[in-house]
């Protein structure tokens, strides 16, 4: 009886319990219906959205005491407590207001979190939703345009391509001048040169980190920021935090897309006839007559009779529409005291190159569990598989050939069927890329896992220690094949060949730290964080060669006919203590100190150890009681910083002087023992001291809001790679010798341009300005750093990546030859390198973007331009294709040549010998002929989305779901002649080098960008 | 106090000493190299066989740059090679006498001797601190000594205007390496640079044991001594060394190709030996063969360098003339001629550097030049006996000669004999030098010309106060 009196009260509550329902009608501060928002009641697993008009219903809420939430993104969530009791309908209307910059928004600001009002230093923040508005294979593509000081320049787009990311300036030559990515804790491996530059492209260490699985990126820029990173932090911190479940119902997200891929620009070169007209008109010049010849055209496989018969389009042959397709899938829950996320992705990407394709599977797992109320762990894991199918671009053939020695009058193949060989004179040039793509196998595949588990204990109140380990592997193994037919075909064996190459790196941290809160009173309020961080890292790898292969290597066996050969291994310790101290005054004044003390394996032993302190407060004037209350000044913040930072990011065996001995390389069948490098136990971090003065803003009651900040950041003890005389017996030597200064200003406006009726546009305008200059070089001459063979140097005065060129005048209108200048500005015939000036440089003077955002009812329309103003292009390919005529093709630009006594003309008159043009060989004729204006404005995203109304949604089960149509690098804006401004080609030789000083502004043979075209569906369920 | 406050402070007091003993401890950040890919200088030198494997990569860098790479410039530079048939910039920069600090052939030979120097100078540092016996310490010392000369005198012959451009050649030579340290050292003048050249050698000869296998010996160092004196001019001083190599026992070999595998080739007085390996990583002929190598081409393809026209010529110009077999002839009678060389026609050989052949031809010059006819004619013959068949004319012809015929016989003979292994520069340069008199032009350019010297690599001038060379003037 007593059973069937609790089951019927239980049955009623439950009937009961399903009929209170919560609705109302969300609107903006103009009373506007807000289409879209979310609203979700926290402690269950109840939401909703609201719909066209605003309105929103959430049915079946259990009575009681809730908190209800509402977000809209770019409107400040709002939060209503609320008491529903039996059988109650509670009506509750939101007014949402805007806050394109939440004061009380969390901000990572490196081993913890702070509000953006109490920060003092400088960070720009980026949400997911932001990182993942445009279709791209690695994250930090998706930052271009939107974050102040943050220059993003997009590899090419081939697979897996690389970009470069610079922080305000560039402050290091020799070292990375890479920001420092941190992942959940981390600082993980960002070797870019994990694969050298094979095939004319470097390694992007972050392709496998999954972008859908990023909550927010956090990038901390002034020393204040990055003095808790120490040694590492002089180039800024990008803060990567992982998704984590939110309190609530399990949620699902579903997101695919499906794209199409084609090239921003087609290489403008000229037809067969043309060329031929071309090259005969330089065997004229030259006094020959007859036909050509062809050999001295470095031809030999081919007669001028033969070149008519045959009318090649290599562009077609090489090129396609790539198809590309994303699928994301996100579960997420929390319990009362567990908490899980886990997501699944698969991406396969083929790009406009034939054969090129890059391919990510991944999954991750982020999970909390609160034991009891002082202790809570803390765990998160993903595993990432990238695979890029690669082909050949830049100087080392394929794409690259297209553009140079892929003649027009070349058949594809033989009227046997066989491949046609390009026989001319230089091997590097030689190869049919056709051939190349159909015989040759080439894969690389990177397995990356980061992991991380944390146990957080609340020793008492407000004291918390907090002990975390993680572990970042990455393994690359890198498979090619050629069968015999390519290589004897090449000459460069007479069997098949197949090689691996393959690299393990294991890369582990701990931190234990310790975090206290203390408020004397209301008005001072104490933050102090301090701890220990030991990081170690080891990358070894093996290279194995195979004749006589059959196909790709399989596994890492060495057998009769295989070689296998152990790379150096790379290995690097490092260890710190950190704190940070925060004061708050009256929520009004702010101050902080932080400091690192740094010792790693990579300073050579006399100096072991570096302290990187910086100080800096922060004065919220608005709050002050002559401008609160003011109605066009909301918000108003002053802040202002200073301290010491550094950079290790260079190579951990550069201290070292090598010895090596070895049979493999044996004189007269023994071994032999050489040195391989010099040592230098003075080897340290580069040291950069940065002031920064920032002022936060918020205008007309936040309609517009943003930040501008100047900054002062002079870097000493740069590290070079330094060109050693050749007669020291070394030709490189790692040292601290130069300074670098970077000053500049940044700004971000974010304003709400119309909120009228269920229409708003809002705009986000960033730019940066900076100013780079070498300060000094040491005792070295500009030789001391090149960035590529003739092109940039370290020249006191200019910038970083400076070109250092023999001057172009103008074309001699008598005998149609080039006339430079010499260093005192006289005309000669003479090319000399002795006469090489700086002429220009990689560096952009200003980068930004701007942002517009549409939101009509159910649809909205995101237009992002980013653009480059200044900075220089040099077009080392161009000194070929308009240069010394070849076996290589040539531009349309050539039209505008000397053809006669008299012509006023850009380029000179066609010859086959360099002298002509007064130069010892063709690849020297370096000159700012070549050198064009970087500056360009690009539609770099443009989005149509709609939001299915819910009725429509739920149709499918989902809470939300969105449809849109993503067009990337739809036009550009440009004077620059080549193929595409945008810039960031194959590191060569010292990769960070490389990249510091050429990869801008170089250019030679690169493919260009990536133009897509998507489909995205974005479903909650 | 406030338990909290205790709390606070045992926390902190924990980390601050954890952090501090574990920081204490400075093997915590040491890094130890895997010795088999990296080893610190004093651990890698501590016995006799480490040195004896220094050594060695000493001959194996050398050998690196005399496997045809230095031979070939010194070519280029020349009136004996074509134009090379690939265009390629660099070595077409050479031949046109127009190398400039970034010509990529120019800059990484530049190196090449340098690394040789360096080992040598590295193992200066030990000589005190290796348990050698004094024979053993002796020999290598005599065998480093005479390798950093070699060096230096080849380096010096493509960077530098020849001994005899000033009277007292004052004028810029190279810069002269004597201790293994990152310090600047700027250009010496090429009477500096001989004279180091010399004191090595002199140190060598004194040095080096009679007998030493396939690794230099005391007679290679007297031999090299020779050639240097004999290169300067100072066919005085030289004399007796080639007399005394010359009459060391070595015998001309039957062929007339030095160059072949086996390294005990009874006239090679110092060479550098290959020895096969299935991988062919060891060969010393590498240079030779990527560039003149002929016999694995098509009919009609042609290797990157071949013979100057006027050469060919010269060699095919008596059908008594065996080493006429060594020009082969492409694309005959078209305008594209070419003449291609059989000489580095094979897989692997070894590099000879000093030669019973280079001896008798030097001596034979000097007692021309001395007007010793007889004794001219007597080293003369052999090489005569052996290139010509039947020889009895030839012989009867060289016999009749003397004066300044006999000399330009012997100076033709060398050009005949030694061509494409690096060899007519020099002589020519020596000529113009030494012999005033004689108006000396290579491909319409004065032997003396800018551009007839390397430029050094743009990363010479990475010190301050390095000269480069001038260029140009030769065209």
């Known amino acids: 009886m007593r059973k069937t009196l609790l089951l019927t009260i239980f049955m009623v509550l439950a009937c009961l319990s399903k009929a209170q329902t919560i609705k109302g009608k969300v609107t903006d501060e103009k009373g506007e219906a807000i289409v879209g928002a979310s609203i979700f009641i926290e402690g269950t697993q109840k939401g909703g959205q609201t719909d066209v008009n605003g309105f929103y219903l959430v049915n079946d809420v259990s009575p009681g005491k809730y908190k209800v939430r509402f977000t809209f993104i770019g409107l400040k969530t709002e939060y209503k407590a609320i008491e529903i009791s039996a059988g109650q309908t509670l009506e509750l209307n939101v007014k949402m207001i805007d806050d394109p910059q939440s004061l009380d928004e969390a901000v990572v600001v490196g081993y913890g979190t702070i509000k953006r009002r109490e920060i003092t230093s400088a960070v720009s923040k980026i949400s997911n939703r932001e990182l993942n508005d445009l279709p791209v294979q690695s994250f930090e593509q998706a930052l271009q345009g939107k974050l102040a000081g943050v220059a993003v320049t997009q590899g090419s787009g081939l697979a897996g391509s690389p970009s470069i990311i610079r922080i305000r300036g560039i402050s290091s030559i020799s070292a990375g001048g890479d920001p420092l990515y941190v992942v959940d804790g981390i600082p993980i491996t960002q070797d870019y040169g994990a694969y050298g530059n094979s095939g004319g492209a470097n390694f992007n260490p972050l392709a496998t980190i999954n972008p859908f699985d990023i909550e927010s990126v956090e990038v901390l820029k002034d020393a204040a920021a990055t003095s808790i990173y120490g040694s590492r932090g002089a180039n800024g911190v990008i803060v990567i935090t992982t998704k984590r479940a939110e309190k609530g119902k399990m949620r699902v997200n579903f997101s695919t897309q499906f794209g199409l891929s084609t090239p921003t620009a087609r290489p403008n070169l000229v037809g067969r006839d043309e060329l031929l007209n071309l090259m005969e008109e330089a065997w004229i010049n030259d006094g020959n007559v007859g036909k050509p010849d062809l050999s001295r055209f470095g031809i030999s496989n081919m007669t001028w009779d033969e070149t008519r018969q045959h009318n090649t389009d290599w562009y077609k042959e090489l090129t396609q529409v790539g198809l590309k397709t994303q699928n994301d899938l996100t579960i997420s829950k929390a319990w009362n005291k567990f908490s899980l996320y886990s997501s699944l992705s698969y991406g396969y990407n083929e790009t406009f190159v034939r054969g090129n394709s890059f391919n990510r599977v991944g999954t991750r797992i982020n999970g909390d569990y609160k034991i009891n109320n002082k202790i809570k762990i803390q765990f998160g894991t993903s595993f990432n598989r990238g695979i890029n199918n690669r082909v050949f671009s830049g100087w080392s053939?394929?794409?690259?050939?297209?553009?140079?020695?892929?003649?027009?009058?070349?058949p594809v193949r033989n009227p046997d069927g066989s491949y046609f060989l390009f026989n001319n004179s230089d091997a590097s040039f030689r190869t049919n890329p056709v051939m190349m793509l159909d015989l040759y196998k080439w894969q690389t595949v990177e397995n990356r896992s980061i992991s991380n588990l944390a146990v957080e204990y609340e020793v008492i109140k407000n004291l918390k220690l907090r002990v975390q380990g993680n572990y970042d592997y990455q393994s690359i193994g890198d498979d090619s094949y050629a069968p015999a037919e390519l290589n004897k075909t090449t000459g460069s064996d007479t069997t098949g060949t197949a090689a691996r190459g393959a690299s393990y790196t294991r890369n582990y941290n701990y931190t234990a730290q310790l975090t206290y809160k203390y408020n004397i009173n209301k008005y001072n309020k104490f933050e102090a964080v301090g701890g220990y961080e030991r990081q170690q890292s080891l990358t070894n790898g093996f290279f194995m060669f195979e004749r006589f292969a059959e196909d790709l290597i399989r596994n890492n066996e060495k057998s009769g006919s295989r070689v296998k050969d152990y790379g150096v291994p790379s290995e690097w310790r490092f260890e710190r203590i950190f704190g940070r101290v925060n004061y708050n005054l009256l929520e009004r004044y702010y101050a902080q100190i932080a400091f690192s003390y740094d010792g790693s394996s990579r300073f050579g032993s006399n100096y072991s150890y570096g302290f990187f302190p910086a100080v800096s407060a922060g004065w919220v004037i608005s709050e002050e009681s002559f401008l609160r209350g003011n109605k066009k000044i909301s918000f108003l913040k002053l802040r202002a910083s200073y301290g010491r930072s550094g950079n290790s990011d260079f190579d951990p065996n550069a201290r070292f002087g090598f010895f090596r001995r070895t049979n493999l390389l044996a004189y007269n069948g023994q071994s032999i023992l050489y040195p391989t490098k010099l040592e230098n136990e003075n080897l340290r971090w580069e040291t950069s001291w940065t002031a920064n003065i920032g002022l936060d803003f918020g205008f007309f009651d936040d309609r517009i809001t943003g930040s501008i900040d100047v900054y002062d950041k002079r870097t000493s003890d740069v590290i070079m790679n330094l060109n050693t005389d050749p007669s020291v017996g070394f030709s490189n030597y790692f040292d601290n010798v130069g300074g670098i200064r970077n000053y500049g200003a940044e700004m971000v406006i974010k304003s709400s341009n119309i909120q009228k009726g269920k229409f708003r546009w809002t705009t986000t305008f960033v730019i940066a300005r900076n100013f780079n200059e070498i300060t000094s070089t040491g005792d070295y001459t500009e030789e001391a750093v090149s960035g590529g063979t003739n092109d940039t140097r370290v020249v006191v005065g200019s910038p970083v990546g400076t070109y250092y060129l023999v001057r172009f005048s103008r074309v001699d209108p008598e005998s149609g030859r080039p006339i430079y200048l010499d260093k005192d500005g006289n005309e000669t015939f003479e090319w000399k390198p002795a006469n090489r000036v700086p002429v220009g440089n990689i560096l952009p003077k200003a980068v930004g973007g701007i942002t517009n955002t549409f939101r009509y009812k159910n649809w909205d329309l995101s237009v992002l331009f980013n653009f480059q103003i200044g900075g220089n292009i040099y077009d080392a390919s161009a000194k070929r294709q308009l240069g010394v005529m070849s076996f290589w093709n040539s531009r349309a630009e050539v039209a505008d040549r000397w053809q006669k006594p008299g012509d006023v003309a850009a380029f000179p008159r066609l010859t086959l010998n360099p002298s002509t043009y007064g130069l010892p060989d063709y690849w020297q004729y370096n000159t700012p002929m070549f050198l064009y204006d970087a500056s360009f404005i690009r539609l770099r995203n443009l989005t149509l989305g709609y939001m299915l109304p819910n009725s429509v949604a739920k149709k499918f089960k989902a809470t939300s779901c969105r449809v849109a149509v993503i067009c990337t690098n739809l036009f550009v804006l440009t004077k620059y002649p080549g193929l595409d401004p945008e810039i960031a080609r194959d590191g060569e030789g010292n990769i960070n080098q490389s990249r510091n000083m050429q990869a801008q502004g170089t250019y030679y043979l690169n493919a260009p960008q990536e133009r897509t075209y998507n489909i995205q569906i974005l479903a909650t369920f | 106090m406030n338990k909290k406050y205790i709390h606070v402070l045992i926390m902190m007091s924990t980390l601050v000493l954890s952090t501090v003993a574990i920081t204490s401890c400075k093997k915590s950040l040491e890094i130890e190299p895997d010795p088999s890919f990296g080893i610190d200088p004093d651990e890698a030198i501590q016995t006799p066989d480490d040195m004896q494997q220094l050594l060695l990569s000493c001959y194996d860098a050398c050998a690196n740059m005399m496997n045809g790479r230095f031979q070939l410039i010194n070519d280029l530079l020349s009136d004996d090679v074509s134009r090379p048939s690939n265009n390629d910039g660099n070595l077409t920069g050479i031949y046109n006498r127009t190398s400039s600090e970034f010509n990529g052939e120019v800059g990484g030979a530049y190196s090449q001797p340098y690394f040789t120097i360096y080992r040598v100078n590295i193992m200066d540092r030990y000589w005190d601190n290796i348990q050698l016996s004094s024979v053993e310490k002796d020999r290598m010392q005599g065998e480093a000594r005479f390798l950093r000369a070699l060096c230096h005198f080849e380096t010096v012959k493509l960077w530098a205007q020849p001994a005899g451009y000033t009277a007292d050649n004052s004028h810029l030579g190279i810069i002269e390496r004597k201790r293994a340290l990152n310090e600047v050292v700027l250009r010496t003048s090429v009477a500096s640079n001989y004279n180091f050249i010399i004191s090595d050698l002199t140190e060598a000869i004194q040095k080096l044991?009679?007998?030493?296998?396939?690794?230099?010996?005391?007679?290679?160092?007297?031999?090299?001594?020779?050639?240097?004196?004999?290169?300067?001019?100072?066919?005085?001083?030289?004399?007796?060394?080639?007399?005394?190599?010359?009459?060391?026992?070595?015998?001309?070999?039957?062929?007339?190709?030095?160059?072949?595998?086996?390294?005990?080739?009874?006239?090679?007085?110092?060479?550098?030996?290959?020895?096969?390996?299935?991988?062919?990583?060891?060969?010393?002929?590498?240079?030779?063969?990527?560039?003149?190598?002929?016999?694995?081409?098509?009919p009609t393809d042609l290797p990157i360098m071949g013979l100057s026209r006027e050469l060919a010529t010269l060699l095919r110009s008596d059908t008594t003339d065996i080493r006429r077999n060594m020009v082969k002839i492409i694309n005959e009678g078209e305008a594209n001629e070419f003449y291609a060389s059989t000489k580095y026609n094979m897989n692997d050989f070894a590099s000879p550097y000093l030669t019973l052949t280079d001896m008798l031809l030097m001596r034979a010059e000097i007692y021309a030049i001395k007007e010793n006819a007889g004794a001219a004619r007597a080293d003369l013959l052999p090489i005569i006996k052996r290139a010509y068949s039947p020889s009895a004319n030839k012989e009867l012809a060289v016999n009749a000669l003397s004066g300044p015929a006999l000399l330009a016989e012997i100076r033709l003979q060398r050009r005949l004999e030694m061509h494409l292994e690096g060899d007519r520069i020099t002589q020519l340069k020596r000529i113009g030098a030494t012999q005033p008199s004689t108006v000396i032009t290579i491909r319409n350019a004065p032997w003396n010309c800018n551009g007839m010297v390397l430029q050094f690599p743009a990363s010479a001038g990475t010190v301050r106060g390095f000269i480069f060379n001038p260029t140009g003037g030769c065209n």
């Open chain 2, 209 to 298: 044991p009679v007998s030493n296998g396939v690794y230099a010996n005391q007679m290679a160092a007297k031999a090299l001594l020779g050639k240097v004196y004999f290169t300067m001019g100072r066919y005085d001083d030289a004399l007796p060394l080639l007399t005394e190599v010359i009459g060391a026992g070595y015998a001309l070999t039957d062929s007339l190709n030095r160059f072949r595998r086996n390294e005990t080739e009874s006239e090679i007085i110092f060479g550098f030996v290959t020895t096969g390996t299935p991988y062919d990583i060891n060969s010393r002929s590498s240079t030779f063969k990527a560039n003149y190598r002929n016999d694995n081409l098509g």
């Open chain 1, 397 to 410: 053939g394929g794409y690259g050939l297209l553009m140079s020695s892929a003649l027009p009058f070349y």
